[in-house]
């Protein structure tokens, strides 16, 4: 077996990390861990170090870690049939029993499922499907999809222009054309902070139709939004907001995606943020919860009304020109199949909701008077601690200070992960949607110190 130091220069000498500072990793500069088992909400690195695992790995292990009923419909599955295609109306039983299985769990007025493997390629499908929509309806002009600052859905070409954060554009000529970006619905950081909670769901609505009116609904094919922003600060909207958006879009016929990469499946305490929030998508993304990370699997949920538009679009142009070779792979399906059933039979999207609760209560009881504590929201398993310079004026640290970071990193040290978030000194929480209460508490009381450790 190799030794710590060799696996530390290897991964140096060969790995080239996802969102890293590559030169700092290069050189050493950087802490790295390498993680080597995990149970429950619990990683144990290889120099058996166990850290409560906050951030469910990316926000997406929603059923714990080492379940064994998804291990073993893994093994299976390669055991039986490793893999095989899904183009030309092939099919495993694996693939049709996940997309049954999803389809009974999505809002009524959705019709089908298509397999991706990443949420950012489920995205990516969905502009394809919304631009393939209008053509076939003969609205060639109506092609631009408005997304919002903050938002994030995904790292690609077409998804990282979605993505309303500039380090995930900055020096890749991001964003494309086509894109458009408006108000994030974050009333904690409003301009004005005498507008109340209505008065800035009012001011969304105005900035969206100012833009809508600017561009021309003609040319306007759809809206992507996550039902509550993660990457971009863990924010639920104000009350009120998505009846007013979803309002200003049925007016001009622009459709909506709801990016349910986080929210599907139980985060919320609800099976999607769709149902939570009254929405009425015409496309859903999934991915993350869909096989709590086992194996990689995304979808993209397409609405009957859409897809009737693409029958008809089959039915005039021929098979339709998408699709990747690993879609629907049998091994994700079987992994989405345990997962899902798990899920149900544990409870775990009330207990998202309830322990959910109980944790943001716990964390406003611990902290929520620190005067270096500006926020504490939530809604379900997602919670976010967003500190500021000044509580009475809410002025925030300079992005220099990194004080997100070092939060992050005392409440490492206390045995937690959370994630500091890329923008604003936040801390994002979003465990496994197994947590007890004593694991609730573990994560509070951690927090609590972290916070006194670094900002007194
Ligand atoms: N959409 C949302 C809302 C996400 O949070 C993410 C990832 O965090 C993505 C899309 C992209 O998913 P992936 O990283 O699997 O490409």
Redesign the pocket.
């Known amino acids: 077996m190799l030794t710590n130091d060799q696996l530390d220069r290897f991964d140096r000498e060969n790995f080239f990390h996802p969102s890293t500072h590559l030169a700092q990793h290069a050189r050493g500069e950087s802490p790295s861990r390498i993680v080597k088992t995990a149970k429950g909400v619990f990683i144990e690195d290889r120099d058996g170090k166990k850290l409560l695992d906050g951030f469910g790995g ?2 997406c292990v929603n059923v714990g870690y080492g379940r064994e009923s998804i291990i073993e419909a893994i093994a299976d599955q390669a055991k039986e049939l490793a893999y095989y295609h899904a183009y030309a109306g092939h099919g495993t039983e694996a693939s049709i029993n996940l997309a049954k299985m999803v389809m009974d769990r999505a809002p009524d007025h959705m019709s089908k499922v298509y397999f991706g493997l ?4 489920a ?1 990516e499908t969905n502009i394809k499907l919304v631009w393939y929509y209008n053509n076939i309806l003969g609205r060639p002009e109506k092609k631009k999809i408005i997304s919002r600052r903050r938002g ?4 690609g070409l077409m ?1 990282g222009s979605l993505t309303g954060l500039p380090g995930f554009q900055k020096k890749f000529d991001l964003p494309l054309d086509r894109i458009l970006h408006t108000e994030a619905p974050y009333y904690f950081r409003r301009d004005d902070l005498s507008m109340s909670e209505a008065d800035f769901v009012s001011h969304c609505v105005d900035e969206l139709e100012v833009m809508i009116a600017r561009e021309g609904a003609d040319t306007i094919a759809a809206f992507i939004g ?1 039902p509550v922003l ?2 971009g600060g863990i924010v639920p909207p104000p009350a009120g907001y998505w009846e007013a958006i979803s309002a200003v879009l049925e007016k001009h016929d622009i459709m909506l995606i709801a ?1 349910e ?2 929210t599907g499946f139980g985060r919320l305490g609800t099976m999607f943020g769709s149902e939570h929030y009254g929405l009425k998508p015409d496309l859903i ?1 999934i ?2 919860g869909l096989t709590s990370a086992y194996a990689p699997l ?1 979808g993209s949920i397409v609405s009957e009304k859409m897809w009737k538009v693409l029958e008809q679009g089959t039915d005039e142009n021929g098979p339709i020109g998408h699709g990747w070779t690993y879609s629907a792979h049998p091994i994700g399906a079987a992994a989405g199949i345990a997962n899902l059933k798990l899920i149900d039979e544990l409870n775990l999207v009330q207990n998202a909701g309830e322990t959910g609760a109980y944790l943001r209560h716990t964390m406003k009881e611990a902290i929520g008077d620190h005067p270096h504590v500006g926020d504490i929201r939530g809604e379900g398993m997602l919670m976010a601690v967003e500190f500021v310079k000044d509580k009475a004026d809410r002025t925030f640290f300079e992005a220099s200070d990194k004080m997100g970071y070092k939060l992050a990193a005392a409440l490492l040290s206390e045995g937690v992960i959370a994630r500091a978030m890329p923008e604003g000194d936040i801390l994002g929480y979003a465990p496994p949607l197994c947590l007890t209460r004593e694991e609730a508490d573990q994560i509070v009381n951690a927090t609590h110190k972290a916070v006194t450790t670094v900002l007194g």
């Open positions: 990316l926000y990443s949420g950012s390629d995205n994030y859905h995904g790292s998804t996550e993660g990457t990016d990469v986080v993304t991915a993350k995304s």
